[in-house]
């Protein structure tokens, strides 16, 4: 007499039940619903990686069949599951699709459902129950990574690459040959799997054609056509783990963390070492006894267990600020603050009294706070934001405070001109780097006499609309009028303003760096 049994999605996509076959020593009949096969074809077109480990694990089943010489048998049942069906298979409609088949056939359900198993047996059916898989698999793709590793790169029919160096200093080197998309396939398992298996693993994101995968320290991006062109895995792991003591800060530093600093903004370019900071920075505050939670999307933080790291609640960050505000923590780090919705949330728990801590991508230390110009009012900014710290190369190499205070702006004469002012400050010496302030519906950041010692570079120019709003606010000008721009008595430029209240350059196209240079060498500009 066979066996029979009907396996469940939650058995086929984990491969339990190849295991099953292998200590049934009689004749078994294999019983796959139809609602199966469609929960896993769906899955697949989806591009997701438990549909293709299900439809694999079928393949698999079939060519079990075949070599048993007629001792395992397969058949499919049922009718293709109905419109209304799938509408409802959240509210579990495909469950009782397979538990309706099982019934009929007077077959065994196998599961590794907790739930789907309860159900069967209050229904009076006959289930097996198999625990979640416990087994550590180790990718072959971890074998790639050597000391000097930071990120692995394999896309079918071409070369692999890694990206070696140390932090700041990184160099894309090839280190093998061509590999096809079947041994990127077997890659692809061998990941999902692990992540399954290993109580240190999280399929963080799959959506259509990508798949985010964290395993231990290791983050795995596993993109597939339609979103890329062609099968591709990209694994990074951190380089190395930091104390704060490695990085040689000053004892007012040191203090000012520990005492004042209760919005930080940790900025840098891509991989010099921005969330290694962070980790050393939530290990510090581990050791001052406070509590730590981290928001990140997807969790590749190294920090101690202890700190509870929370992603996205039902695909919103808001609602993860809304319960750590709950949770009330002494700080938050907030990874990759990239997004406008990002940094409101990131200004809503500053605000509430949440210590924030957030990483953001910045080329310059100015760069993180220009990136909240627009994005939350003015005014609150230092209320939200306290510290900058650009880490270069995984180094500290700029550190500033924030101020608010009334005064007239740098580069500006009148005193009727006196508004609120933030002043952007290095930390170490207290001179004034920068400052923030509107002028009428623009924010204008301008660096000062000591922020402009280091080189202008473009993106510190004045463009030719901030021009002409410096024009008009130095001097006042008559439609129609031809008018001279002098700096230090020297002419540099005539405009005109026309009926329409435009100004037309009529020579010097590089004015507004002209006029950025004399207002940041103190000379004196007329308008006459």
């Known amino acids: 007499m066979k066996t029979k049994i009907v396996p469940d999605t939650s058995v086929i996509i984990d491969g339990r039940i190849t295991e099953i076959l292998k200590k049934e020593k009689g004749d078994v009949e294999i019983i796959i619903p139809e609602a199966v096969v469609l929960e896993l074809e769906k899955q697949a077109n989806l591009g997701r990686e438990t549909g293709f480990d299900g439809l ?11 070599e048993s010489e007629g001792r395992i048998t397969i058949k499919f049942y049922g009718n293709p599951p109905t419109k209304e069906d799938v509408k409802y298979a959240k509210f579990g409609r495909m469950d009782e699709l397979i538990r309706k088949t099982a019934e009929e056939n007077d077959a065994i359900l196998v599961t590794s459902d907790k ?4 159900v069967s047996e209050v229904r009076g059916l006959k289930v097996r129950y198999i625990g979640p898989k416990v087994r550590k698999i180790r990718p072959h793709i971890f074998n790639l990574f050597d000391s000097e590793t930071i990120s692995l790169h394999l896309k079918e029919n071409t070369p692999i690459f890694a990206k070696k160096g140390k932090v700041g200093n990184f160099e894309l080197v090839k280190i093998g040959s061509k590999i096809s998309r079947g041994e990127l396939e077997k890659y692809t398992r061998e990941i999902v799997e692990s992540a399954q298996a290993d109580p240190r693993g999280y399929l963080e994101m799959e959506k259509r054609g990508v798949a985010i995968v964290q395993l231990g320290e290791y983050r795995i991006v596993i993109t597939r056509p339609p979103f890329s062109d062609g099968l591709e895995i990209t694994a990074v792991k951190p380089l190395v783990k930091t104390k704060l003591s490695d990085y040689g800060l000053s004892r007012k530093l040191l203090k000012r963390l520990a005492e004042r600093a209760e919005g930080i903004l940790i900025a840098g370019a891509p991989g010099h070492g921005k969330s290694t900071f962070a980790q050393a920075l939530a290990e510090f505050y581990l050791g001052k006894g406070k509590v730590i939670k981290t928001m990140e999307h997807p969790r590749d933080l190294q920090v101690p267990d202890i700190v509870t790291q929370y992603i996205e609640l039902e695909g919103s960050m808001e609602q993860t600020g809304d ?8 700080y938050t780090i907030f990874d990759e603050v990239r997004k406008t919705k990002d940094f409101q949330i990131f200004a809503d728990m500053r605000l509430a009294g949440v210590g924030m801590i957030g990483v953001t991508h910045a080329n310059r230390a100015i760069d ?9 009012e003015l005014g609150i900014i230092p209320h939200i934001v306290d510290t900058i710290i650009f880490i270069e190369s995984g180094e500290i190499r700029e550190v500033y405070e924030l101020r608010m205070t009334v005064k007239i702006p740098f580069g500006m004469r009148e005193a009727d001109l006196a508004r609120p002012v933030i002043e952007v400050r290095d930390f170490e010496t207290g001179s004034p780097q920068y400052e923030l302030y509107s002028y009428g519906e623009e924010v204008v950041v301008i660096p000062t006499m000591e922020g402009v010692k280091r080189k202008i570079s473009g993106s510190e120019e004045l463009s030719i609309s901030r021009t002409k709003k410096l024009i008009i606010l130095h001097s006042r000008i008559h439609r129609d009028e031809f008018v001279k721009i002098l700096v230090d008595g020297r002419e540099i430029s005539t405009v005109r303003v026309n009926r329409a209240g435009n100004i037309k350059i009529k020579r010097n196209t590089n004015l507004g760096r002209v006029l950025q240079e004399a207002i940041n060498s103190g000379k004196e500009i007329r308008i006459s």
Do not use: C, F, T
Not at 115 to 118: G, K, V, Y
Not at 368 to 376: W, Y
């Open 115 to 118: 739930i789907q198993a309860l």
């Open 368 to 376: 993180a706070i220009q990136r909240l110009v627009g994005r939350v």
């Open 56 to 66: 694999n694990e079928l393949k698999s089943l079939r060519q079990i069949s075949e």
């Open 323 to 330: 319960i750590l505000l709950l949770v009330r923590p002494d």
